[in-house]
């Protein structure tokens, strides 16, 4: 032990122990050569020592003579220091994320607390690195402001992991459509409210705020189809190739449900929530969302007469693709829609330019217009496109309530932030402390 300590005590041991982790960081991993740059500062201070003896043994004699000095350095030396490690560990291992809607109940409830894994698809570097720590896209002094800067903007790098994103991973990942948010209504969908009331309209009453991909806002949803994939829903029931996926243990549909024997008591026995139990009272009809288990034991008490999906078939323009005239699709009648892989070409016509136009404009940064029935793509004719980027399909688990693919169509690669990988804490706001701690949800792995 004595010969270890040693060895570790040896200002070259430590140099090469730090120069190694730091270049295989940094410089291999982080595919950034010019990181290399760092290696001087790294021989400084383990072996010539030229800082310390320029500044840095001034500063320690003075934190030693005067206490005012070392109480305040104390206190900005351990905040730089969280700062850094904290924004080192969110940038290329984990995250922490809290469920702020019920899109994903029941496999994740509003409260929850998540880890979010980087190195499971490959740490995403940040398009905008200046910014306020910890704040996500505003100021928390004023959401009218960002909070961050764009005087450095850097394309699209993502770095090696550990697997790949698969169908069925629950994903985090930054909206599509939030990249532009009407500052009076943030929480409004910007794109819906121009569907509704107009361009002019909409910038009439409000300031625009333009976001770019890494501030744009996070949601959480499941991977139903990935690149290459064909999906469609019919009558709520999902299809992929051509092959029926079946629900998720605690994914939630709604269901119209009649018999005598019902009370609002028996179905929060159930643990439906008293706020998602919904009555007629002129049809005697309950309806409510429900999940497998909660499903089997309603029809197994006996209380039931009647117990039917509810399927909402119902044509809305804020539908992906946006077009009620080629596209008739509904929230549980959808599809088929193929999902764009990177290097497939596809023919484009006006027809299904509509499914298509979001990425070669927005996500792909091309120029594309349509004069007389032509389509022009960087001012050339185009009858076909070949794609640059891998795309997704995300569902929320709670089908009826999940603004997601469905209405904001495919989801870019590069807005991939992490897999869900476990719950780290759980609180429900409808109840007081203690009793709004969930600890049976907590350290529980994701699937």
């Not at 998602?276 to 009809?285: P, R």
Request: aromatic letters at 14%.
């Amino acid at each position: 032990m004595g010969k270890l300590r040693e060895i570790f005590a040896d200002r070259r041991v430590r140099f090469g122990i730090v120069a190694t982790v730091y270049v295989l960081w940094f410089v291999v991993w982080g595919r950034s050569w010019w990181m290399l740059l760092g290696l001087p500062v790294i021989y400084d201070i383990y072996i010539s020592g030229y800082c310390y003896r320029l500044f840095w043994r001034r500063h320690l004699e003075k934190k030693s003579s005067n206490k005012l000095y070392r109480s305040v350095m104390g206190w900005v030396e351990a905040i730089v220091f969280a700062v850094v490690a904290a924004t080192l560990i969110r940038t290329y291992f984990v995250e922490m994320y809290v469920i702020p809607s019920g899109s994903m109940e029941k496999t994740l409830l509003v409260g929850d607390c998540l880890g979010v894994s980087k190195v499971a698809y490959g740490p995403r570097m940040p398009n905008t690195p200046l910014s306020v720590p910890f704040v996500h896209n505003v100021s928390p002094l004023d959401p009218s402001k960002k909070s961050y800067v764009e005087w450095i903007k850097r394309p699209y790098k993502r770095l090696a992991g550990f697997d790949t994103l698969e169908r069925g991973d629950v994903v985090v990942f930054n909206c599509p459509e939030a990249d532009t948010v009407a500052v009076i209504s943030p929480q409004s969908n910007y794109y819906q409210l121009v569907r509704a009331y107009g361009r002019e309209a909409v910038l009439r009453q409000s300031p625009i705020m333009v976001h770019p991909v890494d501030k744009k806002d996070n949601y959480i949803k499941r991977a139903v189809a990935i690149h290459g994939d064909t999906l469609r829903l019919v009558a709520g029931t999902l299809e992929v190739n051509g092959r029926v996926i079946p629900l998720e243990p605690y994914a939630e549909m709604f269901y119209n449900i009649t018999g005598e024997g019902l009370t609002t008591a028996y179905f929060e026995s159930l643990g439906v929530p008293r706020g998602e139990i919904g009555y007629d009272n002129n049809l005697g009809l309950w309806q409510m969302p429900l999940y497998e288990e909660q499903l089997e034991k309603l029809r197994s008490s006996g209380r039931a007469d009647m117990v039917s999906r509810v399927v909402i078939d119902h044509v809305e323009p804020d539908i992906f693709p946006h077009d009620t005239a080629r596209y008739g699709w509904s929230l549980d009648n959808f599809g088929p829609l193929w999902v764009p892989e990177r290097g497939a070409t596809v023919k484009l016509t006006l027809d299904n330019l509509p499914l298509y136009s979001r990425i070669i404009k927005n996500y792909e940064g091309h120029d594309l217009r349509v004069w007389d029935g032509v389509i022009y793509i960087d001012g050339k004719k185009a009858d076909s496109y070949t794609f640059a980027m891998n795309y997704y399909f995300m569902m929320g688990d709670n089908r009826h309530q999940s603004l997601d693919s469905r209405f904001f169509g495919f989801v870019p690669e590069d807005h991939v932030v992490g897999r869900a990988w476990f719950i780290l804490f759980s609180t429900d706001k409808s109840r007081p402390f203690p009793g709004n701690i969930r600890f049976g949800r907590m350290f529980r792995g994701i699937k």
